[in-house]
């Protein structure tokens, strides 16, 4: 029977529930997009980075064992090898794994469903795998499924759970990702009658009927490309005599193909590289939304803070105060919201926001003052400040410049950047702001961004967070339980406010999740009692339920784990993680393990594990509500987003900060968790996260040999390095080697260039890495071994090659670097040095002259800066007198006429902070040109 059929034709039972046929007469009453109208909305999701693809498998388990076998250990793991090459990262949702013993029926069907849930948020239409053959699963009773569970997933009641699944993954939305693979079940012909249960449902009075109308349903509902026919042949019996059945090939091509298609379609690739500072704004936007939709009871603070951007006539910032938990970002989150609903509606002001800790890289102030700069429109890719430093220096010009157009920048959580002196110091805030600029900055009080700008003069406005209010907190009680149709006695919610932890919102949020959860009713009082005070203490009772009901070592594991990563783990790193499942914790006292040294065969198993899903799914349920809001960050990457689970997780499984003796201990489960994330990410191909995470835990190991093997690598070198200045490369060289860093970084970086050239590698690629070395070469200051490289990669050029013009203007602008560098090296200006000099100045003028042959902005922009370094050098030329070949006045002209074309060039580029540096190298050459020969200092040796 079809959506259309007739009511007349229906028949209801006494329980309500109805035959096969009035359960998919109720499915096609929810339908959203009804029967008829095809879901033709082509979905293309533009990217940055990584993306997490998940796809759902759908089907009975007992009958399908053989065909999830094949998905599992073969058709999934190629499509995950394609999507790798794609930066996608493939997660397949089999909970074929069983069920513990002690799950609820709730917790069953919200596991399925929710799982889901997950697809349809990461996806936005879940990848959908459904096979089907000759049993019907399990149908739960109308009694076993709670009204919560009926009203959020639309039950229908008669349905099998794989149907429901079928319903809310594919059926209603009519969802192009889903695929149905219906076995034919000829097979069965040449399967022992005592073996036959395993592929046939025993409720033959229900059965055969429910899965002739399941077919046509989906028939009906799906083009016949997606509704694929498959056959099988029975293989034998397994040496445990269990039936054994062997899968046409068409059955992997069909899946593999169909995925890849879908996947194809829906991320394709970029032309370009998606703005990456417009996707870490979708991120804080994501976020924002998030935590502002639960502020209740801060409105006396929300208007003290629009008051603050409405009147203005203050030059500081405002500095938002409160211990953790007390609702920081929440306010923040609450006021960003309303300031940009303003605007859109007003058009006055542009609100930046950015909520440190909130998404992957937040805690990077310089990525941060990229991203503001960009988004007021001061800098492009092309004219992005290279480091910090500049980035800090650029931000406070224009925080301070009268010409900036009107902007609020709200920025959250500032203790909680990167400790470097630019964000300890904020250096980047001006001590007086532009009258069209506002800041509102959040923090905890007496921290070191706190004392830094509280010792500017004038000081910043402080709004302290204050406790919420009894009447608050009981609002915020009654509506959040009022979600979930659950509701505290008058007795039970003054025993929870009386709890003087109750004023702190984080910990009142917390609390109310765990009675949430909690199914004892006739204890209900008891555990309101026992709720722990203190935020810290509450967490780790918390931590304590999630062990009893998630999973016990594999969620320690998995908070350890996100607790000493760099910047959170991606999922598909921590199923690959959990699934060493005998070492997964540290060893007792009394054990010795060495999980390093591993056959070549274990590595490769290790490296194709996966945690069950079912067992992951436990996880992250329990951990939900403490990780970022899923998604936000596009990769699939789980982090805490509230540092008081991180310090909680400290406390009670690192056991930090109770005594000298438990801190001995801290340190070394800390080594052995940073020891086994080291191993992992040496052993991973994503390059990307390998960077991020590696040199990081080989720093917290202290294992500096190990570190200098990493920064060799030259996947990872090339990741770290920048053409102007390579700052984390050089920083994390500095800790491999303390004091000699040059000696260290020359003698490695050697070794693989002779290593390159032994093995006889291809000219081109091996004059590339002449360059690039030499180039970090001279970030370092090796200055003679930058050169000796540079003269290898000219003489490639010159005698194979055939000197192409890009890559000799590399060469000439780093032999003019190091001649140049070199001079500098002396405090003062020596007539002994006139030849060197002289070579700076023909080698640089060499540069100008190739590279003004060469086309294109991003050449135009490398001329303009090689204009400005060799402006600034023949400034010195002048200083010496110059000579019979080139002299002052000559020089002077060739050094305004460069100097004049980098400032039109950056202006064009709006570079702003190169503009600035070549504004500033014309100013220098001015002075030089009107000063005298008496007031020029020189010193000469002879």
Same mark, same amino acid.
């Given at each position: ?366 990525? &941060? +003052?990229?991203? #503001?700069?960009?988004? *007021?429109?001061? %800098?492009?890719?092309?004219?992005? $400040? =290279?480091? /910090? ?23 959250? &959580? +500032?203790?909680? #950047?990167?400790?470097? *002196?630019?964000? %300890?110091?904020?250096?980047?805030? $001006? =001590?007086? /702001? ?509």
């Amino acid at each position: 029977m079809g959506c259309g059929a007739s009511q007349s034709h229906i028949v209801f039972t006494d329980d309500n529930i109805g035959g096969p046929e009035t359960s998919w007469f109720k499915v096609c009453q929810t339908l959203d997009v009804p029967k008829g109208k095809t879901n033709n909305n082509k979905l293309v999701i533009k990217r940055a980075g990584w993306k997490t693809i998940r796809i759902f498998v759908s089907s009975t388990f007992k009958d399908l064992h053989h065909e999830r076998e094949v998905l599992v250990k073969e058709v999934f793991p190629d499509l995950r090898a394609w999507c790798e090459q794609r930066r996608l990262h493939l997660v397949d949702v089999d909970l074929r794994w069983g069920v513990p013993k002690d799950t609820t029926t709730e917790g069953t069907l919200r596991t399925c469903l929710g799982e889901i849930d997950r697809c349809y948020q990461d996806n936005v239409m879940p990848f959908f795998l459904n096979m089907t053959s000759e049993r019907i699963g399990w149908i739960p009773l109308e009694k076993e499924v709670t009204p919560i569970l009926v009203e959020q997933y639309r039950w229908v009641f008669g349905l099998s759970v794989t149907e429901m699944e079928i319903v809310h993954g594919a059926y209603r939305k009519d969802n192009p990702n889903s695929l149905f693979m219906m076995r034919d079940g000829s097979f069965l012909k040449n399967v022992p009658n005592d073996k036959k249960k395993t592929f046939v449902d025993e409720r033959t009075d229900i059965a055969p009927e429910k899965l002739k109308i399941l077919r046509k349903m989906i028939s009906d509902r799906f083009p016949p490309s997606r509704v694929v026919k498959y056959s099988c042949v029975f293989d034998g019996l397994s040496d445990k005599g269990k039936p054994t059945l062997k899968v046409n090939e068409s059955f992997k091509t069909v899946i593999f193909d169909f995925f890849k298609s879908r996947i194809e379609e829906q991320y394709p690739m970029p032309d370009t590289d998606i703005d990456k500072y417009q996707n870490m704004k979708e991120s804080h936007e994501a976020f924002m939304k998030n935590r502002a939709e639960n502020v209740l009871g801060r409105d006396a603070m929300l208007d003290k803070m629009k008051s603050y951007v409405d009147t203005g006539g203050s030059d500081v910032p405002l500095v938002i105060l409160g211990e953790p938990g007390t609702g920081k970002s929440s306010l923040m989150s609450k006021a960003t919201d309303i300031a940009e609903t303003l605007s859109r509606e007003k058009g006055k002001w542009h609100v930046f926001y950015h909520f440190v800790g909130a998404v992957p890289g937040s805690t990077d102030l310089e990525l &941060a +003052l990229q991203r #503001l700069l960009k988004e *007021l429109g001061i %800098v492009t890719d092309r004219t992005m $400040p =290279k480091d /910090l430093q500049s980035a800090s220096q650029l931000c406070l010009s224009v925080l301070s410049n009268t010409h900036t157009k009107p902007v609020i920048v709200f920025f959250d &959580a +500032l203790n909680q #950047l990167d400790e470097d *002196l630019e964000a %300890v110091n904020c250096c980047w805030v $001006p =001590k007086k /702001l532009s009258p069209s600029v506002r800041c509102v900055f959040s923090m905890i009080a007496g921290t070191a961004p706190h004392k830094a700008l509280m010792k500017r003069e004038p000081k910043p406005q402080e709004l302290l967070i204050s406790p919420l209010t009894i009447i608050d907190r009981k609002n915020i009680a009654v509506t959040v339980l009022g979600k979930f149709n659950k509701k505290l006695d008058q007795d039970q919610i003054l025993l929870l406010l009386n709890n003087s932890s109750s004023e702190n919102p984080l910990w009142l949020s917390i609390a109310l999740e765990e009675l949430r959860v909690y199914g004892e009713f006739r204890t209900l009082t008891d555990k309101v009692d026992s709720l722990a005070p203190g935020l810290l203490e509450l967490l780790g009772q918390v931590l304590e339920r999630f062990e009893l009901e998630a999973g016990g070592d594999l969620v320690v594991a998995t908070l350890c784990l996100i607790e000493v990563s760099a910047r959170g783990l991606l999922e598909a790193e921590l199923l690959q993680i959990l699934a060493d499942e005998e070492n997964l914790m540290p060893p007792r006292v009394d054990e010795e393990k060495d999980t390093r040294e591993r056959s070549e065969k274990q590595e490769k198993s290790l490296k194709h594990a996966r945690l069950p899903a079912f067992k992951w799914s436990a996880i992250y349920r329990a951990l939900r509500t403490f990780l970022r809001p899923y998604g936000d960050s596009g990769d699939g990457r789980l982090d805490f987003y509230h540092r008081s689970l991180s310090k909680a997780v400290r406390k009670k499984y690192f056991g930090e900060g109770n005594n000298q003796a438990d801190n001995e201990d801290a340190k070394k489960r800390y080594r052995w968790w940073h020891r086994k994330l080291a191993d992992f990410f040496w052993r991973t191909d994503n390059v990307e996260r390998k960077v991020e995470e590696l040199p990081y835990h080989l720093i917290k190991l202290d294992e500096k040999q190990e570190l200098a093997d990493c920064l060799v690598d030259l996947r990872i070198f090339d990741e770290l390095y920048n053409v102007e200045f390579s700052s984390k490369l050089l920083s994390y060289w500095n800790s491999a080697a303390g004091s000699d860093v040059s000696t260290l970084v020359s003698s490695r970086y050697l070794e693989v260039i002779r290593n390159l050239e032994n093995e006889g590698t291809d000219e081109t690629q091996l004059c590339f890495r002449y360059i690039r070395i030499a180039n970090f070469f001279t970030q370092v200051g090796i200055l003679k071994g930058a050169l000796e490289l540079a003269n290898k990669a000219k003489t490639l050029e010159e005698e194979v090659l055939g000197n192409r013009p890009e890559s000799m203007g590399k060469i000439l602008d780093l032999t003019f670097k190091c001649h140049d560098e070199t001079t500098k090296l002396n405090e003062f200006i020596y007539m002994s040095q006139k030849p060197l000099q002289w070579k700076v100045v023909t080698t640089g003028q060499k540069c100008v002259e190739i590279r003004k042959t060469l086309s294109g902005k991003a050449h135009k922009l490398e001329l303009a800066h090689t204009m400005t370094r060799v402006a600034f050098a023949m400034n010195t030329w002048m200083t010496m007198g110059g000579s019979e070949d080139l002299s002052v006045l000559e020089t002077a002209q060739i050094s305004f006429g460069y100097i004049d074309t980098a400032i039109e060039t950056f202006k064009e580029a709006n570079d702003l902070g190169h503009l600035a540096e070549a504004i500033m190298t014309k100013a220098v050459l001015t002075d030089n040109r009107e000063s005298s020969s008496e007031q020029r200092r020189v010193q000469d040796l002879y």
